[in-house]
């Protein structure tokens, strides 16, 4: 296996530069991986897989065209993109995985993760995080329309930056104590 990881890409449409390194990231392993695991944040936001705007469109063929002869894509959900669902994973090829996944790489036991499960000094955000992930929130939420669903998710968003603004970098990073557990407890030989 020749695995590539990514994350954290925040691609939205008032930033073309990120899309074109991605593209030309995607361009690049084509032929140099066998396998890419897309560990969260791929999107700034990502209110429901019906939003067909242009910008998610051609995010939609980018991908498209990787995996459609390319190396085996799978995706875990970030904190800023949990909404991607299974009707955006099909229709670009990839696989959504659970977060931590553990895998085997080359025969070494291998967990991936976006991270922030283990933010846990940061109560409000884990709260908040259990809350938008529990499928009672998402059902609600994605029952609204595109509109509702926009004024609300940038209303989060200009909470969460307030918020993140007024806490310290300790907060807001993982704990080391609960890092170190997780690692004790599953010992991988790999943590990404």
Not at 67 to 80: A, K, V, Y
Not at 82 to 93: H, K, M, N, Q, S
Request: include cysteine; hydrophobic fraction near 35%.
């Amino acid at each position: 296996m020749k695995p590539r990881f990514i994350s954290d890409i925040h691609l939205n449409e008032d930033s073309p530069h990120l899309t074109n390194a991605f593209k030309a990231f995607l361009n690049g392993s084509k032929e140099s991986c066998t396998h890419l695991f897309i560990l969260g944040d791929l999107f700034e936001i990502w209110i429901g897989d019906d939003d067909d705007n242009s910008f998610n469109q051609e995010i939609k063929k980018i991908l498209t065209d990787f995996t459609s002869d390319g190396p085996e894509t799978f995706l875990m959900h970030g904190n800023r993109d949990f909404l991607i669902g299974e009707a955006f994973a099909d229709e670009v090829g990839i696989s959504i995985l659970p977060d931590p996944y553990t895998l085997d790489i080359n025969g070494l036991k291998t967990i991936i993760s976006h991270g922030d499960f283990l933010c846990t000094d940061d109560v409000d955000y884990i709260d908040f995080r259990n809350r938008v992930r529990s499928k009672e929130w998402q059902k609600d939420f994605l029952s609204k329309n595109l509109n509702e669903r926009n004024e609300i998710a940038n209303s989060l968003r200009s909470d969460s930056k307030d918020a993140t603004s007024k806490k310290s970098l300790d907060i807001t990073d993982v704990n080391i104590e609960s890092t170190n557990n997780f690692l004790k407890e599953n010992k991988p030989d790999i943590f990404i």
